[in-house]
C-alpha cells in the first residue's frame, strides 16, 4: 500500500524568517503527482503546490517552493518570508492509481509567531 | 468560478440513522472524490466518481455509498451510522479523471451522538 509520512507534528517559525516541512513517501507507481496543501482553521483544503514526478525541476509558487528528491523519495515543501495566514495545517499528498486518488501524510500543523 | 461547494455544514444525526451529504463541483469539472478526516484516522480516501459511475472506492464498508447526477454534482450517503463515523466528509473535483489536481470544498462536520 501507497504511504505518506510527514515527521513532524508540529512546527513553529517567526514571521518573516524561513521554515521547511518535511515529507516522505513510498509508491509502486511509475508516473505520480505529489501536492501539499494547506488546511487553515476555516477548515478549507487549499491547494499550495503541486510537483509532477516525471519533472526533475522543482516547483515554485511565490514564496512556496519544494526539494523533490525522486531517488529519495522526498518532497519537502519551503516557505520564505512566513506569514501570519500561512499559520495553518499542512499536508503532503501522493497520487494513486487510475483516476489519480490522494494519500494523505498526517500532517503538520505550522504556527507562524509575530 | 465558484469553488467546489458543500452541504449541509454541520449535520448531527444519532446512531443507526441515516446521513445524505451533497457536493457539486466546479464547473467543467467531471470527477468528484470523497474524503473523509477523522480525528487520529487522518485524510482517507472514500470514494470517486466521473461521468456518473463510482470508479473506486477506498477501504470503507458498503453502508457508505453514493451516486453522481448528470450534471456532476454528487450526494454521500452514509447508512446505520455509528459513532466513529464522526467525522470531516471533504468533497474534491478535478476537471477529468485522467487530471491530477483536485480541488476541495470546505467539507461537512457529521456528528454522531
Redesign the interface.
Known amino acids: 500500500a501507497q504511504t505518506v509520512t510527514q515527521s513532524q507534528p508540529e512546527m513553529s517559525v517567526q514571521e518573516a524568517e524561513t521554515v521547511t516541512l518535511s515529507c516522505t513517501y513510498d509508491t509502486s507507481e511509475s508516473n505520480y ?1 505529489l ?1 501539499w ?1 494547506k488546511q487553515p482553521p ?6 499550495v503546490i ?1 510537483q ?1 514526478a516525471y519533472k526533475q525541476q522543482n516547483a515554485t509558487e511565490n514564496r512556496f517552493s519544494v526539494n523533490f528528491q525522486k531517488a529519495a523519495k522526498s518532497f519537502s515543501l519551503k516557505i520564505s518570508d512566513s506569514q501570519l495566514g500561512d499559520t495553518a495545517m499542512y ?1 503532503c ?1 501522493c ?1 494513486e ?11 503538520t500543523r505550522l504556527m507562524v509567531k509575530p | 468560478e465558484a469553488g467546489v461547494t458543500q452541504s449541509p455544514t454541520h449535520l448531527i444525526k444519532t446512531r443507526g440513522q441515516q446521513a445524505t451529504l451533497r457536493c457539486s463541483p466546479i464547473s467543467g469539472h467531471t470527477s468528484v472524490y470523497w474524503y473523509q478526516q477523522a480525528l487520529g484516522l487522518g485524510l482517507q480516501f472514500l470514494l470517486w466518481y466521473d461521468e456518473g459511475e463510482e470508479r473506486n472506492r477506498g477501504n470503507f464498508p458498503p453502508r457508505f455509498s453514493g451516486r453522481q447526477f448528470p450534471n456532476y454534482s454528487s450526494e454521500l450517503n452514509v447508512n446505520a451510522l455509528e459513532l466513529e463515523d464522526s467525522a470531516l466528509y471533504l468533497c474534491a473535483s478535478s476537471p477529468g479523471s485522467l487530471t491530477d489536481t483536485q480541488y476541495f470544498g470546505p467539507g461537512t462536520r457529521l456528528t454522531v451522538l
Not at chain 1, 97 to 103: C, D, K
Open positions: 503527482y501536492f496543501y476555516s477548515r478549507q483544503m487549499i491547494l503541486r509532477e499536508f499528498a497520487t492509481g487510475a483516476g489519480n486518488m490522494l494519500t494523505f501524510g498526517g500532517g
